[in-house]
């Protein structure tokens, strides 16, 4: 059993950065690819960037959603269990609750699967 706990949200003006970190326990961490998620006041949850399991693969691969591409940056610290969203030039239409997300596929992240989820944490960008 996968256990994922989010940190970093908060407040941010528009045009800021924040950085996301999520923590993983209770698995090998490189066997699994990592998503974030996020879900927006009154919207469905999307998928916001996925990074795949290094267990195979020397190199990582990467995967976002069109709305974040050049402003935010999905990685993985395998020594430390921790994947990193990185968002910049952070806009309103970013405000929502984020989600990690840990799975064992390795390609079309950005459809595919997620077995174990954390809680979220609250991304707020003021206008």
């Known amino acids: 059993q996968v256990q994922l706990v989010e940190s970093g949200g908060g407040l941010v003006q528009a045009g800021g950065s924040l950085r996301l970190s999520c923590a993983a326990s209770g698995g090998t961490f490189r066997r699994y690819s990592m998503a974030w998620f996020r879900q927006g006041p009154g919207k469905e949850r999307e998928f916001v960037a996925a990074i795949r399991r290094s267990d195979v693969w020397s190199g990582s691969s990467t995967y976002y959603a069109d709305s974040v591409k050049g402003r935010f940056t999905i990685s993985r610290d395998n020594a430390k269990n921790t994947v990193y969203l990185q968002m910049n030039s952070l806009k309103p239409d970013d405000t929502a609750v984020y989600f990690c997300?840990?799975?064992?596929?390795?390609?079309?992240?950005?459809?595919?699967?997620?077995?174990?989820w954390g809680q979220g944490t609250q991304v707020t960008v003021s206008s």
């Open positions: 997300a840990a799975g064992i596929a390795y390609s079309d992240l950005s459809n595919a699967e997620y077995e174990y």
